[in-house]
């Protein structure tokens, strides 16, 4: 196999800037390529416009050592990655325009053993279309279709892999060593030279398969967890429909030696677990019914949740309610997906004299509230002191230290189960 040095990392987000951070401390020349001018100036500098711990000590001395650098454009290289958004549209289905654009801009660079590698998550077969889409921007290169044969080590072609992510916000970096990772080639040639590649620098156990398989076992992933979630919701629906504590029922069906609940919450949020299932649906829509129905529970949860403020602020002469938490998981600014950001979002402020947002992780409000009558963001002191009415959306660590006689005379939701020092009916889950 050829020496590949130059990495081509496209999209510098939450999974492209730690990537193309690490593997420059490895030793690797990266060009890491985004369309935000705002987000190159940034990394050239050495600095971050993400926050994810330890960051941007690794940036700044990826950059310092002269090995990482950003551009709005692509350059020549040995390794391609792709770690761009993969959206779902408002109907479900999947958008994976941004890899197509991604890979319309590496086209041109691309020359005879390159290897491209697809990180971000995806439908089954979008490494695929990759080879397509290159097969005719570049017909003077050789990429071979999907096979599971093991016919084609020729170096004048172009290998084509897929590795999703698989990684925990707040602990990425960690994560993107440690963690086993799945290698999938269109053909046995490419997942040997991807496999290669990730030996570099992942300590974790790395599995070999072919694409079709890599870009299913992260939906599998995801989708088992969501899964799992709209289980625990859905009981907390049916625990208040039945005046029972669901956390309460939960610490005692958890008792059980094989049993494992997890914990409620106003939604499911993230840009995995609530988006890939969908790539699922969208594949094998009259297959994927248990899957689908979980998806619609979960959102069902969401909305569940913001009928019960509007009810319960319809019993009150418009109060001032305070939202506590934005983020999508707790202890993190990541807002993608989020049920908590769509839950305020989408309040009635007519129903309520002002809406106090607390977001410890956050310095202004996000688009969609910022430039809205009645909505400000305000620390914890300041919202308790003035609310009449406290939603708790996403468990914070500041927030376990809210002391009972703090909430004393509000009425409060708490829809992740920190006050447990309430009412049961004080607690909806």
Same mark, same amino acid.
């Given at each position: 196999?050829?020496?590949?040095?130059?990495?081509?990392?496209?999209?510098?987000?939450?999974?492209?800037?730690?990537?193309?951070?690490?593997?420059?401390?490895?030793?690797?020349?990266?060009?890491?390529?985004?369309?935000? =001018?705002?987000?190159?100036?940034?990394?050239?500098?050495?600095?971050?416009?993400?926050?994810?711990?330890?960051?941007?000590?690794? +940036?700044?001395?990826?950059? /310092?050592?002269?090995?990482?650098?950003?551009?709005?454009? *692509?350059?020549?290289?040995?390794?391609?990655?792709?770690?761009?958004?993969?959206? @779902?549209? =408002?109907?479900?289905?999947?958008?994976?325009?941004?890899? =197509?654009?991604?890979?319309? #801009?590496?086209?041109?660079?691309?020359?005879?053993? /390159?290897? +491209?590698?697809?990180?971000?998550?995806?439908?089954?077969?979008?490494?695929?279309?990759?080879? $397509?889409?290159?097969?005719?921007?570049?017909?003077?290169? $050789?990429? *071979?279709?999907?096979?599971?044969?093991?016919?084609?080590?020729?170096?004048?072609? @172009?290998?084509?892999?897929?590795?999703?992510?698989?990684?925990?916000?707040?602990?990425?970096?960690?994560?993107?060593?440690?963690?086993?990772?799945?290698?999938?080639?269109?053909?046995?040639?490419?997942?040997?030279?991807?496999?290669?590649?990730?030996?570099?620098?992942?300590?974790?156990?790395?599995?070999?398969?072919?694409?079709?398989?890599?870009?299913?076992?992260?939906?599998?992933?995801?989708?088992?967890?969501?899964? /799992? @979630?709209?289980?625990?919701?859905?009981?907390?629906?049916?625990?208040?429909?039945?005046?029972?504590? +669901?956390?309460?029922?939960?610490?005692?069906? /958890?008792?059980? *030696?094989?049993? &494992?609940?997890?914990?409620?919450?106003?939604?499911?949020?993230?840009?995995?677990?609530?988006?890939?299932?969908?790539? @699922?649906? =969208?594949?094998?829509?009259? #297959?994927?019914?248990?899957?689908?129905?979980?998806?619609?529970?979960?959102?069902?949860?969401?909305?569940?949740?913001?009928?019960?403020?509007?009810?319960?602020?319809?019993?009150?002469?418009?109060? #001032?309610?305070?939202?506590?938490?934005?983020?999508?998981?707790?202890?993190?600014?990541?807002?993608?997906?989020?049920?908590?950001?769509?839950?305020?979002?989408?309040?009635?402020?007519?129903?309520?004299?002002?809406?106090?947002?607390?977001?410890?992780?956050?310095?202004?409000? *996000?688009?969609?509230?910022? &430039?809205?009558?009645?909505?400000?963001?305000?620390?914890?002191?300041?919202?308790?002191?003035?609310?009449?009415?406290?939603?708790?959306?996403?468990?914070?660590?500041?927030?376990?230290?809210?002391?009972?006689?703090?909430?004393?005379?509000?009425?409060?939701?708490?829809?992740?189960?920190?006050?447990?020092?309430?009412?049961?009916?004080?607690?909806?889950?």
């Amino acid at each position: 196999m050829k020496p590949r040095h130059k990495v081509i990392v496209s999209g510098l987000g939450y999974i492209g800037l730690p990537t193309a951070s690490l593997i420059a401390t490895k030793g690797f020349e990266v060009l890491g390529v985004d369309v935000g =001018e705002h987000i190159v100036n940034t990394i050239n500098q050495g600095k971050i416009h993400i926050y994810e711990p330890d960051l941007d000590v690794l +940036v700044r001395s990826a950059v /310092n050592s002269g090995n990482l650098t950003a551009s709005l454009e *692509p350059a020549a290289g040995d390794i391609f990655i792709i770690a761009v958004p993969t959206p @779902i549209k =408002e109907d479900h289905t999947s958008d994976i325009h941004y890899i =197509e654009q991604a890979v319309t #801009k590496i086209a041109p660079y691309l020359a005879p053993g /390159n290897l +491209v590698i697809l990180e971000s998550t995806s439908p089954v077969t979008t490494t695929e279309k990759i080879g $397509t889409w290159l097969r005719q921007l570049r017909p003077d290169l $050789t990429i *071979p279709e999907f096979t599971l044969k093991d016919d084609n080590d020729d170096e004048e072609r @172009i290998f084509l892999a897929h590795c999703p992510e698989r990684v925990l916000p707040g602990r990425i970096l960690k994560e993107l060593v440690d963690n086993t990772r799945v290698v999938g080639g269109i053909d046995p040639a490419s997942t040997r030279a991807a496999m290669e590649f990730y030996q570099s620098f992942v300590n974790g156990e790395i599995l070999a398969t072919n694409s079709r398989t890599a870009e299913m076992t992260k939906l599998t992933e995801n989708a088992f967890r969501d899964v /799992n @979630i709209a289980f625990a919701n859905e009981l907390s629906l049916i625990a208040d429909h039945l005046e029972i504590d +669901v956390w309460e029922l939960i610490g005692l069906a /958890n008792h059980h *030696p094989r049993v &494992n609940v997890l914990q409620p919450g106003p939604g499911v949020g993230g840009h995995c677990i609530a988006v890939d299932p969908w790539f @699922i649906v =969208e594949a094998a829509p009259d #297959k994927a019914k248990l899957i689908r129905q979980a998806r619609e529970v979960n959102l069902h949860k969401t909305d569940y949740v913001l009928r019960r403020i509007h009810d319960l602020a319809g019993t009150m002469v418009k109060p #001032k309610i305070a939202c506590l938490g934005l983020s999508f998981k707790a202890d993190i600014d990541d807002f993608r997906e989020s049920p908590a950001l769509d839950i305020v979002t989408r309040l009635d402020e007519r129903l309520f004299s002002q809406i106090l947002v607390v977001e410890p992780h956050c310095r202004q409000l *996000p688009p969609g509230l910022s &430039n809205r009558d009645g909505f400000s963001l305000v620390d914890c002191d300041d919202a308790l002191a003035q609310a009449e009415m406290v939603v708790l959306l996403v468990n914070h660590k500041p927030f376990y230290a809210i002391t009972p006689e703090r909430l004393r005379g509000k009425i409060v939701i708490d829809t992740r189960g920190v006050w447990r020092f309430l009412e049961p009916l004080g607690r909806q889950g």
